[in-house]
């Protein structure tokens, strides 16, 4: 994404509540006329504007879903009711709010054998778009991390990559949930390409694992915080670089 690119204003068109747990905000407007095609999965910035602050605040989203005149943006309800989720709760048809971006289209490689796709509730969009997007003939596994049984969503998944859905009302307090499901799996033979997304000290756990135990490639893995228990995205963002260095 290129910082000097300046962000398009969209329009808010629709909001839907997906499950208890999340809404979707459905966007478009003239800012769709030069917004790049097949973009699910990528990533976009939010400005949200702070009365407290001179520049907007930014909050990274994933596109779920597109369509020529529109795009869908899901938003899980936090408990903290941090900026982007009061936004969405709040937003009504006719509101507007600018959008940098199109970010990377982060997917698994559906060339490997065989595939793991793991995520909580904010993973979840990207994991949606990603199953979509796979050859029907595609295996494996997608463990999947929700707050609530009543969060639990359709996803086109091809027929023999199975839906393992963890139910825990607690992330970030609780990373026992979606680590111990993940070394439960029934693992295949072959290359696995691994797709992972969560919490952050989940996610740490979770890189060790695949990493030592299961001696999955560095290049057959993506994996990454999406946010961190107990802090903002600024925080977060500072505590991914040390993670970086540290792991380089």
């Known amino acids: ?30 800012a769709m006329n030069d917004f790049p095609a097949d973009q699910p999965s990528a990533y976009v910035k939010l400005h949200l504007t702070d009365p ?7 909050r990274t989203y994933t596109i779920r879903a597109q369509r020529p ?8 309800r936090h408990s903290d009711d941090g900026p982007a989720a009061r936004w969405a709760e709040h937003a009504q048809a006719g509101d507007t709010i600018d959008l940098s971006g199109p970010g990377p289209k982060k997917r698994v490689d559906a060339s490997a054998d065989w595939l793991l796709l793991i995520g909580d509730m904010t993973a979840l969009p990207a994991i949606g778009a990603n199953l979509e997007q ?24 091809p027929p023999h990559l199975q839906l393992h859905w963890v139910i825990n009302p607690a992330p970030g307090e609780n990373s026992d949930a979606l680590f111990d499901a993940v070394r439960a799996i029934d693992w295949l033979e072959g ?4 797709w992972c997304a969560c919490e952050f000290q989940t ?3 979770l890189r060790t694992h695949l990493k030592q135990e ?8 993506y994996i990454s915080s999406y946010w961190q228990h107990g802090a903002n995205e600024e925080s977060h963002k500072q505590a991914k670089s040390a993670d970086a260095e540290r792991t380089g």
């Open 1 to 30: 994404m290129s910082r000097r690119a300046p962000p398009r204003t969209f329009t808010v068109l629709d909001k839907t509540e997906l499950t208890p747990n999340m809404l979707r905000i459905t966007l478009g407007g003239e």
């Open 191 to 194: 290359r696995v390409a691994v």
């Open 134 to 157: 796979l050859p029907a003939d595609s295996r494996g596994h997608a463990v999947i991390e929700v707050l609530d049984e009543r969060d639990i969503q359709p996803l086109a998944a």
């Open 203 to 205: 996610m740490r756990r």
């Open 69 to 76: 005149d529109s795009v869908d943006i899901d938003f899980v």
């Open 52 to 58: 407290t602050r001179e520049r907007p605040l930014l």
């Open 214 to 221: 299961r001696e999955v490639a560095r290049e057959d893995m």
